[in-house]
Antibody, heavy 121, light 108 residues
């Protein structure tokens, strides 16, 4: 059973950079596809970005100019960087594994527990 | 870009059947996956693909689709099914995905 665990600061100042890491256990980041998803308090889910085992990436167009996702195979984790944060970036941030079903449709089969990041001075 | 929409709230009497729907142009070409989220917990996939369930998900959960609409059906809803439900669809781009806004299910 794949396990994912987010880590990073719980408080970030406006205009600064948010950095999170997702540690993966019982799976290798050198295989599969990995994503970040966030959920503002009391609101719905928003996909942020994905990275493949080979390092190819894709980003939500609404966040693309501020987001970077990366992979560290030596530590078996992947990371998220979100720059120039505002209060609107306050959310629970989840990391997840993305897989495909037999018809080629993607879905997220494993999730971390989530970490709340608050943007405030 | 595309979007997928859900009704904000649905209620069902205990033991009855309820359908939660998701609408969007992308659903004409792609199957949705469905996620259950209880307060304070991470989402959990309950249905994916044409109509598949992960191990451990009760068979009262099923998925279907027609035209621009995908549906999650719970046959014989239980109290523990009370949760928020989100659909996920692939966009026209290969790896871009979209979540619906979520439906809060109340079991009466």
């Amino acid at each position: 059973q794949v396990q994912l665990q987010e880590s990073g600061p719980g408080l970030v100042k406006p205009s600064e950079t948010l950095s999170l890491t997702c540690s993966v256990t019982d799976a290798s980041v050198s295989s599969d596809y990995w994503s970040w998803i966030r959920q503002p308090p009391g609101k719905g889910l928003e996909w942020i970005a994905y990275i493949s085992y080979s390092g190819s990436t894709d980003y939500n167009p609404s966040l693309e100019s501020r987001v970077t996702i990366s992979l560290d195979t030596s530590k078996n984790h992947f990371s998220l960087i979100l720059s120039s944060v505002t209060a609107a970036d306050t959310a629970v941030y989840y990391c997840a594994r993305r897989v495909w079903d037999t018809s080629g449709e993607p879905y997220f089969d494993s999730w971390g527990q989530g970490t709340l990041v608050t943007v405030s001075s | 870009s595309s979007e997928v929409t859900q009704d904000p709230a649905v209620s069902v009497a205990l033991g009855q059947t309820v359908e939660i729907t998701c609408r969007g142009d992308s659903l004409r070409r792609h199957y949705a996956s469905w996620y259950q989220q209880k307060p304070g917990q991470a989402p959990l996939v309950v249905v994916y693909g044409k109509n598949s369930r992960p191990s451990g998900i009760p068979d009262r959960f099923s998925g279907s689709g027609s035209g621009n609409t995908a549906s999650l059906t719970i046959t014989g809803a239980q109290a523990e099914d009370e949760a928020d439900y989100y659909c996920l669809s692939r966009d026209n781009r290969n790896f871009y995905v979209l979540f619906g806004g979520g439906t809060k299910l109340t079991v009466l």
